[in-house]
Every structure is written in structure tokens, then in C-alpha cells.
């Protein structure tokens, strides 16, 4: 990043007296950067996953105990596909307050909200002590954690891709998705260790509670890092950013009108929409498979074919583990081959590698069911996270970045990770079989690899241009 404060800042618009130094940051501020990226996504994802895991293995008892079990899951993972409704709102909602007034102010009220409506949930009564009202104060704390969550991925990785070096961003981008990975392993961590350490009566009326109440903690240590997190350079930068807060295009068309030029051209002229789908497409494979893998799998093992719980929840931990060096690995990749190559050619194998590996799962073998399912979250899930991070945020603009980037994470959630589950428990019930999956897989990673074939590389772009790659 540039460290000349003799210039006018690009956030000064022509025609103005309002001259500024270039924003500058340093190591440190990178670092705190990178530190409240991971730990922010860390803990979107540690929310969900508790509640994905909970949905799967307890929830239809402890919330819709009167039905059968085949419908208990449905309802469940019904619950768990209303927040991602909600987290459509918030992306609209605070993706454009964040292009508009900042990253940083945006991260500090979706960390909060996330990490309220997590806590209580673990004080909820169940339907046993309040009848339907559960279910009802289930789904609202639901949506609230949607909204909240719908800009944290997002927002938590603008703010890290704009602060990253040019040639370091795949890498550096990455760490949202350790963020990921580490909030996924923690979650199934404490439910592996619950599973082992709890009776199934201890679980359902008291252990469930645990790691939903304790994440009150993490909240409280990441509202505070936030609070000393200096806002993103990129938009300081933008040039139609003055005084932190940038002008509506009202505002832009006087100034041009009074300067007799155009201060913005390219980025307000340009035509929207094709970067928008083309990242909705690359959005797809991965969200599709993490809701397939992570979510309904861990349900589908314990409920349909009635194996130990433990079991699935080890396999997304032996998964999470192994990503800690698929993601840097694969960000390293993007950076050094660009980004479109690596998405192909990961799309692709999970193509080839889906039905194998589902078969795997259902073969009876817990060894083989371990081996599948960490072969499938690293190469179908996380591996496309990592090239996600940072391909989604440089195919747009700095004006929309923030907006489009959480629309496009948020309706591609709606698409395939929400409406997944419930599509899968339902075709595997009047199927009985398990080749919906893996067909449910090929389809989502077919979708991203045809999206790759035709986005253009952006390894390098300059993320401070107004205008869409594309």
C-alpha cells in the first residue's frame, strides 16, 4: 500500500477543497485486520454450525417431539433454512449501509447481534416445559442471527481482501475461510466431545445448552477487537468517499454539474449485473456442498442410517483439521495460477467424486464413512471457500462492493445451503436411497464450474476502481 502522504487522497473529489493523505497501514493494523476477519467469520460459522449440528441431532426432540422422526429432521432443518431468509435482509440491509458509511461500523453491530441471539438460544425452554411457543421463540432468535450474519462474511472479508497486499490477497483472503473452518471445527468439536461425554438424557435436557451460552464469551472478546479496528483503506480511498461517508449519486451528479466533469465515469456508467451472477454461480458449489455435507449428512447418518452420532460429527472434525492446510494452500494456488483455473479444476473433481464418495458414506464402513466425508468437505467445500473469499470481492467494484458481495454469499445460501437440506431429507425419504445427494452435488458443482469457465481472472485488480470486472 502506498505510504507518499504528499498526494490528494482519491477519497477528495475534483472540484473540492477537501484534500486529504492517503491512507496508510501498517503491519499491525493487517494483523488486527486478519485477527477480527478470522475470528468474526470464526464465530458466524461456530453459531451456525451449533445450530445445524443441534437441528440435527436434538432439536426435533427437544422442539418437535411429536412427530415422526423422518418429519422431526424435515422441521428441523426447516428451522435451520429460516435463517438464511433473514440473512438475505441483512445483506441488503447492512451491505449497503456499509458501502455507504464503512466496514468497520457494519462488523461491529453484526458481531453483536450474532452473539446475542446465539446466547439465548441456550436459555430457551423446550416444547416440553412451553408447549409450541419453543418452536416460535426457536425461529425468532433464528432470524435475528440471520440478519445479524447476513453482512458478516461478507463485510469480515471486504474489509480483509482490501486490506491484503495485491499479490498476497488469495492467501490473505484465506483466513476468512480458516475463519470458517475454525468456527465449523470448534462447534463439532464440543458436539463430539458432548456426544462421548453425555448420556443421550444428559444431552437433551442440559447438554445441548452448553456451547450455545458459552459463545457468549467469544462475543464479548470479539466486540472489543472490533472497537479497535481502523477502517478499510480501499474506501477511504474511493473516490467518491469524502469525510468517511460516501456521496449518493444526487450528490455526485452536482458536483459534476458544478465542476463541468465527471468524477466517477466508468464505475456509476457501467452496466450491473453479469459480475453479480457470475459470483452467484461461484457461490453455489460451495454453499450447495457445505449444506449437503456439513449440515444434512450429519442428520442423515444418525437418523437414516442409524449410526452412532459420534461418528459424523468426528468425520467434519478430521475434515476441519485437513483444512487448515487445504485453504492457505489453495489461496497460495489462486494467487500464484489465478483464481479460475483452481475453481475449474476443484469444481470438476467433485463432479467425478460424488457419487463414489456418497456411496462410501452409506456403505457401512465407519472407516471409509470417515475417509468420504473428509474428501468431500476439503476438495467440495473448503477448498472453494478459499478461491470464494477473495475471487467474490475483487469481481466487484469499490461503490457496491460490500452489497453485492453479501447478496450474492446470501441468495446463493437461500438457493442451495438452505432449500439443500431440506430438498435432500425429503427426495432420500420417498426415494429411500442416498443417489439424490450425490446428484445434488454434482449439480451445485456444475453450476460453479460452468460460472468459472466464464468469469474473468481478477488475480491482481486494483480493488479501489468503481466498476464491476466485468
Do not use: C, H
Request: hydrophobic share 50%; net charge neutral.
Amino acid at each position: 500500500m502506498s505510504q507518499d502522504t504528499n498526494e490528494p487522497a482519491k477519497g477528495a473529489v475534483e472540484g473540492t477543497d477537501t484534500l486529504a493523505a492517503k491512507p496508510t497501514r501498517s503491519t499491525r493494523d493487517l494483523t488486527k485486520a486478519a485477527v477480527s476477519g478470522w475470528l468474526g467469520t470464526a464465530m458466524e460459522f461456530m453459531d451456525f454450525q451449533l445450530y445445524s449440528l443441534a437441528a440435527a441431532i436434538v432439536f426435533n426432540r427437544i422442539f418437535f417431539p411429536d412427530v415422526s422422526p423422518a418429519i422431526g429432521l424435515i422441521a428441523a432443518m426447516a428451522t435451520y433454512g429460516v435463517g438464511y431468509v433473514a440473512r438475505l435482509v441483512g445483506a441488503i440491509y447492512f451491505g449497503r449501509m456499509g458501502d455507504r458509511i464503512g466496514r468497520k461500523k457494519v462488523l461491529f453491530i453484526t458481531i453483536a447481534m450474532m452473539g446475542a441471539s446465539t446466547t439465548l438460544i441456550g436459555a430457551l425452554p423446550t416444547y416440553d416445559a412451553i408447549g409450541i411457543l419453543a418452536p416460535i421463540l426457536l425461529v425468532a432468535l433464528r432470524l435475528v442471527q440471520g440478519f445479524g450474519a447476513g453482512a458478516e462474511i461478507a463485510g469480515a472479508t471486504v474489509m480483509l481482501v482490501e486490506y491484503a497486499p495485491d499479490k498476497r490477497r488469495g492467501l490473505i483472503g484465506s483466513l476468512v475461510s480458516l475463519g470458517t473452518n475454525s468456527g465449523t471445527l470448534a462447534a463439532s468439536g464440543i458436539w463430539a466431545i458432548l456426544l462421548v461425554v453425555l448420556t443421550d438424557d444428559q444431552l437433551v435436557s442440559w447438554g445441548w445448552r452448553i456451547p450455545f451460552l458459552a459463545s457468549f464469551f467469544l462475543m464479548l472478546f470479539a466486540i472489543w477487537l472490533r472497537s479497535n479496528l481502523k477502517e478499510s483503506p480501499v474506501f477511504e480511498e474511493r473516490a467518491d468517499v469524502v469525510d468517511g461517508v460516501a456521496l449518493t449519486r444526487d450528490e455526485i451528479d452536482k458536483t459534476d454539474a458544478e465542476t463541468k466533469e465527471s468524477v466517477l465515469e466508468s464505475g456509476l456508467k457501467q452496466r450491473k449485473g453479469r459480475a453479480f451472477f457470475v459470483a452467484l454461480g461461484l457461490r453455489f458449489g460451495q454453499a450447495g456442498n457445505s449444506g449437503l455435507i456439513q449440515t444434512f449428512l450429519v442428520g442423515y447418518i444418525a437418523s437414516t442410517l442409524l449410526l452412532d452420532k459420534s461418528i459424523a460429527t468426528t468425520a467434519i472434525v478430521y475434515g476441519s483439521l485437513l483444512g487448515f492446510v487445504t485453504i492457505p494452500v489453495i489461496g497460495i494456488l489462486g494467487d500464484k495460477f489465478g483464481r479460475r483455473p483452481i475453481y475449474m479444476i476443484l469444481s470438476a473433481a467433485t463432479m467425478v467424486l460424488a457419487f463414489p464418495l456418497i456411496y462410501l458414506v452409506t456403505s457401512g464402513n465407519n472407516a471409509t464413512l470417515v475417509i468420504a466425508v473428509v474428501l468431500a468437505l476439503n476438495i467440495g467445500v473448503l477448498g472453494l471457500f478459499s478461491l470464494e473469499s477473495v475471487t467474490m470481492a475483487e469481481l466487484f467494484g469499490a461503490r457496491t462492493r460490500f452489497t453485492q458481495l453479501a447478496l450474492a454469499k446470501e441468495i446463493g445460501g437461500i438457493l442451495a445451503t438452505a432449500i439443500g437440506p431440506l430438498m435432500a431429507a425429503t427426495l432420500t425419504a420417498v426415494t429411500g436411497s442416498w443417489w439424490p445427494i450425490a446428484a445434488m452435488l454434482v449439480v451445485y458443482s456444475a453450476i460453479t464450474l460452468v460460472s468459472a469457465y466464464l468469469a474473468p481472472e481478477t488475480r491482481g485488480r486494483d480493488l479501489v476502481r468503481l466498476d464491476d470486472a466485468i
